[in-house]
């Protein structure tokens, strides 16, 4: 950015702009304090700004851009402003820039710059990206886009439209985002778009009306966006460290050694979630893992990538310049493999529907993935297990077919870890419903820190809510609200463990509490004839239930530790009584109530064999 006559500085440029232009944050000034005489005072030292975002990602990009010289100080109702430091080369002149940044009352040193953004097309979980649309100094008007790298790669110009130059970075870009993916990194694809005059009042005269319309207003403006979100040239990638909250690794080993299948449903790259796992010992060097997610074939549109091993770092891409399909992994099962060697070629060559072959290709897939992890369940005993890695094409496909979703979840109910990667809210709550449905005598808890976990919290038996810096809907919406993930472990491990002995305790001592109560009184009825003669006095029985009633429930629902907090974190096996059904089952029920007739038998008959016949009672 220095060097003026660099080749590549224009590029950097627009790159910088996009991160300084193309977000929703706010920036806020350091608060100024109030004198205790009413005067006021500034906070020590020059005057700061912070900025105030809904995603931390967002916040990290702009102060990238600041960083690089591009820095974004304040906005209005239509414009942005920037403070724009290109520096010099020439050592004084990088003196004399740093001394006048200093005295800046933003902070930021340079040029004042302000740009006007015509329109803004925000981020939505279907979408996968966002947009505005600016117009520079001179009078020209660009569109920046940024979201996945799948939706990304699909709206770039074509190839006979692009430069070699751009090509070789489309190449490259794509390398560094599968590098990016492979060291947890969450990534994002930047471009833009030159707009015409023309082009764009005809587009805004349609956005508008798409906008007003009284009917189907969502999907109409959405196509409307999809218009001027094409032919984009991509300027580059960027990569954010989501780093995981301290104990993480340490709660899932000892949620899985209670017995408590942990599935992670995420937005990210399916390479970005499996690192991720890694690093939180959600998976394991000797694990197996199954993959199952969607890439792009020649002949459909989409083929089927299968691997017990490693997936393909390829990303998705409709655009056949954007994807290699001669490059595969040796324990990969293609799509095309298929059509040229089974009973689907004919069918494809038939006329067949291709979301009929798909199908019939993903039950097969399937199929054979079970009978594997079905007869390796005596190893993987032995050894780490398995775990399913799908992605969100296999789920939006398995929520149309009943028959592609059972088998998907009796394979995930075999494996130990199951992951969910490029998943949007609408789909974690979709997942959480297909194990509810499935299988209804099973609990299931959700846990998420942000807006987009909040349909998967709200599906699930057991909301938690991490307060955090993605905001507090997810707390808001939640159940339980802890502040970071490894509560967890104390959360359910100690405190669930705790509870549901004491509501299983309380609720068959109620039971027996009112049997004991009541029986005597039935039994004195066939001594007294009937009469309705009491059998204990009026007081006697408003104490019992005071006492034999609210005591215990007070004190034991408080006081009652059958087994210490620490002994509970160091063996979490132990939390899984209450799964298996030793608090509260059949066969405890049944004994508590056995023991409320004999204890109310005794009760009555004792008293009653102390006296004489005929004594007057």
Not at 190 to 217: H, M, P
């Amino acid at each position: 950015l220095r060097n003026r006559g660099h080749p590549d500085r224009g590029v950097l440029e627009e790159f910088c702009f996009h991160l300084a232009l193309n977000h929703d944050v706010a920036p806020e000034r350091n608060v100024e304090k109030k004198g205790r005489k009413g005067n006021t005072k500034r906070k020590a030292g020059p005057p700061t700004i912070t900025y105030s975002a809904s995603s931390p990602d967002e916040s990290a990009l702009v102060s990238a851009a600041r960083h690089f010289g591009y820095f974004f100080h304040s906005r209005s109702t239509r414009t942005v402003s920037l403070r724009l430091r290109y520096g010099n080369p020439d050592e004084d002149a990088v003196k004399a820039e740093r001394a006048a940044a200093s005295q800046d009352p933003t902070g930021g040193g340079g040029v004042e710059a302000k740009y006007e953004i015509l329109q803004k097309l925000n981020f939505s979980s279907k979408r996968k990206r966002s947009s505005v649309i600016a117009r520079r100094a001179d009078g020209s008007l660009v569109l920046y886009c940024k979201g996945a790298d799948n939706v990304i790669l699909e709206r770039l110009r074509d190839a006979d439209q692009a430069s070699g130059d751009e090509e070789r970075m489309v190449a490259q870009s794509r390398e560094h985002v599968s590098q990016f993916a492979e060291d947890g990194l969450r990534t994002l694809l930047i471009s833009k778009r030159e707009l015409t005059e023309e082009f764009y009042k005809g587009w805004k005269e349609r956005y508008d009306a798409a906008a007003l319309s009284l009917t189907n207003r969502k999907q109409k403006t959405e196509a409307i966006m999809d218009e001027v979100e094409s032919d984009l040239q991509l300027l580059g990638v960027t990569g954010i460290e989501d780093r995981l909250q301290d104990g993480v690794s340490d709660a899932i080993a000892s949620l899985r050694a209670a017995g408590v299948k942990v599935w992670v449903l995420t937005g990210d790259k399916v390479d970005t979630a499996v690192n991720i796992g890694y690093a939180c010992a959600l998976l394991t060097t000797d694990m197996n893992l199954w993959y199952v997610h969607w890439l792009l074939g020649a002949c459909v549109g989409s083929f089927l990538s299968f691997s017990p091993h490693e997936p393909s770092t390829q990303p998705y891409s409709p655009n056949p310049r954007h994807h290699d399909t001669t490059t595969s992994h040796p324990h990969q099962f293609t799509l095309n493999r298929y059509l040229t060697t089974s009973v689907e070629g004919g069918m494809l060559r038939e006329g067949a529907s291709p979301n009929k072959l798909t199908k019939n290709i993903v039950e097969k897939r399937m199929d054979e993935m079970l009978a594997e992890v079905e007869s390796q369940d005596a190893g993987a005993k032995t050894m780490g297990g398995s775990a399913l890695i799908v992605d969100t094409y296999l789920i939006a496909w398995i929520e149309q077919e009943p028959t592609l979703q059972a088998k998907f979840l009796r394979l995930a109910s075999r494996c130990q870890s199951v992951i969910c990667a490029r998943v949007s809210p609408s789909q974690k709550s979709q997942v959480v419903d297909f194990v509810r449905q499935a299988s209804p005598r099973l609990i299931t808890l959700a846990i998420g820190d942000g807006a987009n976990d909040v349909p998967m919290i709200q599906a699930a038996h057991i909301g938690v809510g991490i307060s955090g810096q993605e905001g507090l809907q997810a707390v808001n919406s939640s159940d339980y609200a802890i502040a970071q993930f490894r509560f967890l472990k104390r959360l359910l491990l100690v405190h669930g463990r705790w509870s549901i002995r004491r509501v299983a305790f309380v609720v068959m001592y109620i039971f027996y509490k009112n049997i004991l109560q009541c029986l005597p009184a039935f039994f004195f009825a066939f001594a007294n004839q009937f009469s309705g003669q009491l059998l204990f006095n009026v007081w006697i029985t408003q104490s019992f239930n005071l006492v034999g009633t609210g005591l215990p429930i007070m004190l034991y629902g408080v006081l009652d530790r059958d087994v210490e907090a620490d002994t509970l974190l160091r063996f979490p096996s132990i939390y899984g009584e209450g799964r298996r059904g030793v608090f509260f089952s059949i066969k405890v029920v049944l004994w508590w109530l056995g023991l409320s007739v004999v204890d109310a038998l005794v009760s009555y008959l004792l008293p009653l064999a102390t006296f004489p016949q005929g004594t007057d009672t």
